[in-house]
Nanobody
Framework: QVQLVESGGGSVQAGGSLRLSCAAS????????MAWFRQAPGKEREFVSG????????EVADSVKGRFTISRDNGKNTMFLEMNPLKPEDTARYYC???????????????????WGQGTQVTVSS
């Protein structure tokens, strides 16, 4: 079993920045594919950014490319998402997701991840 805990959300003005963290604990060491998803009210959960443990590849969604940066500290089983600059349309609840490694590509759909955190709210005002 794997537990994921997100932190770092908050309320900022447009143009501001936030850094989200996701700490993983439980069995399996650090060999997980991990990703960030977000869900705004009335919308489907969407992929933001993610890693493939097998290939080391990282990807970000087109909507946040050039503004968001994903990173990972394998020694601490922690993943980060640097968001700068933020826009009002980035307002959503952000979720950390993980699953056992084994794929060389980055999984971009929520159905490919078994483990989820509770999420952290990001609110960007104009």
């Amino acid at each position: 079993q794997v537990q994921l805990v997100e932190s770092g959300g908050g309320s900022v003005q447009a143009g501001g920045s936030l850094r989200l963290s996701c700490a993983a604990s439980g069995s399996g060491g650090s060999s997980f594919d991990m990703a960030w998803f977000r869900q705004a009210p009335g919308k489907e959960r969407e992929f933001v950014s993610g890693f493939s443990w097998t290939s080391g590849r990282a990807e970000v969604a087109d909507s946040v490319k050039g503004r968001f940066t994903i990173s990972r500290d394998n020694g601490k089983n922690t993943m980060f998402l640097e968001m700068n600059p933020l826009k009002p349309e980035d307002t959503a609840r952000y979720y950390c997701a993980a699953d056992r490694s084994g794929r060389s590509w980055v999984r971009r759909t929520q159905y490919e991840y078994r483990y989820w955190g509770q999420g952290t709210q990001v609110t960007v005002s104009s």
